[in-house]
T-cell receptor
Framework: EDQVTQSPEALRLQEGESSSLNCSYTVSGLRGLFWYRQDPGKGPEFLFTLYSAGEEKEKERLKATLTKKESFLHITAPKPEDSATYLCAVQDSGGYQKVTFGTGTKLQVIP | AAGVIQSPRHLIKEKRETATLKCYPIPRHDTVYWYQQGPGQDPQFLISFYEKMQSDKGSIPDRFSAQQFSDYHSELNMSSLELGDSALYFC??????????????FGEGSRLTVL
């Protein structure tokens, strides 16, 4: 069964203090790994899709990377508006649409 | 731009009652997914539909059923409600059976409280 583990569970950063979030995954075959952002009481908002080891994607202060066993979401010089829960999810190549989510990392950026 | 519409946004039911949640996908999206998210937990995949047919099934209880209609909207029917069913229920939509971009568009969610 697909498994996604994220660490740390919570992260508190000062504004401008860069850091990385980790996502370890286990799937029989990876179709895609996804990063989402979720604000309290809202639906997850899509950030990135990564398909193969070595791939990188960037968006503003966020950069996602992928290896065969894990993905990292690097946050460079974060701002308070980056505070949210960041969810990692995977889609197994054996299934059709099931996307399995991790429990997320709750990021708080302090001014 | 049009987003995924879910209704109702909030619902309060008693134990053993029945509830129905509705989801209207983004126009031209033919695939709908249902997720359940408990407090502080990750979204758990329940079920998905493509072109009005069930395409994948996750941890959906037997007390729950769902379908996708000809206009592509979907309904999640929940019967014999239990306290543990209290959660945020998200609907997401995408275009096509395979997630070419991996982008699921999520609605704002329906918060179900079972008393």
């Amino acid at each position: 069964e697909d498994q996604v583990t994220q660490s740390p569970e919570a992260l508190r950063l000062q504004e401008g203090e860069s850091s990385s979030l980790n996502c370890s995954y286990t799937v029989s075959g990876l179709r895609g790994l996804f990063w989402y952002r979720q604000d309290p009481g809202k639906g997850p908002e899509f950030l990135f899709t990564l398909y193969s080891a070595g791939e990188e994607k960037e968006k503003e202060r966020l950069k996602a990377t992928l290896t065969k066993k894990e993905s990292f979401l690097h946050i460079t010089a974060p701002k308070p508006e980056d505070s949210a829960t960041y969810l990692c999810a995977v889609q197994d190549s054996g299934g059709y649409q099931k996307v399995t989510f991790g429990t997320g990392t709750k990021l708080q950026v302090i001014p | 731009a049009a987003g995924v519409i879910q209704s109702p946004r909030h619902l309060i039911k008693e134990k053993r009652e029945t509830a129905t949640l509705k989801c209207y996908p983004i126009p031209r999206h033919d695939t709908v997914y249902w997720y359940q998210q408990g407090p502080g937990q990750d979204p758990q995949f329940l079920i998905s539909f493509y072109e009005k047919m069930q395409s994948d099934k996750g941890s959906i209880p037997d007390r729950f059923s769902a379908q996708q209609f000809s206009d592509y909207h979907s309904e999640l029917n929940m019967s014999s409600l239990e306290l543990g069913d209290s959660a945020l229920y998200f609907c997401a939509s995408s275009r096509g059976l395979l997630l070419n971009t991996g982008e699921l568009f999520f609605g704002e969610g329906s918060r179900l409280t079972v008393l």
